[in-house]
C-alpha cells in the first residue's frame, strides 16, 4: 500500500514571514491524500496543507502562525475545490471479483442440480 499526496491548490501569500520578516516568499500549498494497492485506488477526502519560506527556505508550522497569516490560510482552505473521495477498482480486483461469482454460481447450480 503506498500513500501519495497531490497539489490542489498553490497561493503565494502577501504575509510577513514569522522567521524571516520577508514580505514576499510565502507559498501555501494544499494537497489530497491517494492511497494505492494492487487491488484499487482510492482518493481520500483528507485534505493537508504547507506553508513555506522560499526566501529563508523554511516551513512555517502552525504554532508559529500569527493573526493575519491564520486568517490568510482560513479563507484558502473555504476556497479550495478538492476531487471528490471515491475509490477505483483495478483489474486484478475485477478478476479476483468474476472468478469468484463464477465459482459461486457453479457452486449453486451443482447444488441445484444434484436436488433433481
Not at 514569522?18 to 494492487?38: A, D, S
Request: glycine content about 2%.
Amino acid at each position: 500500500m503506498s500513500e501519495k499526496h497531490f497539489d490542489i491548490k498553490e497561493v503565494a501569500l502577501k504575509n510577513n514571514c514569522p522567521v524571516c520578516f520577508g514580505k514576499e516568499g510565502l507559498r501555501l500549498t494544499f494537497h489530497q491524500k491517494i492511497i494505492e494497492t494492487k487491488f484499487y485506488k482510492s482518493i481520500t477526502s483528507e485534505i493537508n496543507h504547507e506553508l513555506v519560506c522560499e526566501k529563508c527556505q523554511s516551513i512555517i508550522y502552525p504554532i508559529q502562525w500569527t493573526d493575519d497569516i491564520e486568517r490568510v490560510i482560513d479563507y484558502q482552505k473555504k476556497a479550495i475545490i478538492t476531487k471528490k473521495p471515491s475509490t477505483y477498482f483495478k483489474n486484478l480486483s475485477w478478476i479476483l471479483i468474476i472468478i469468484n461469482l463464477i465459482i459461486i454460481a457453479v457452486i449453486v447450480l451443482t447444488i441445484f442440480y444434484v436436488k433433481l
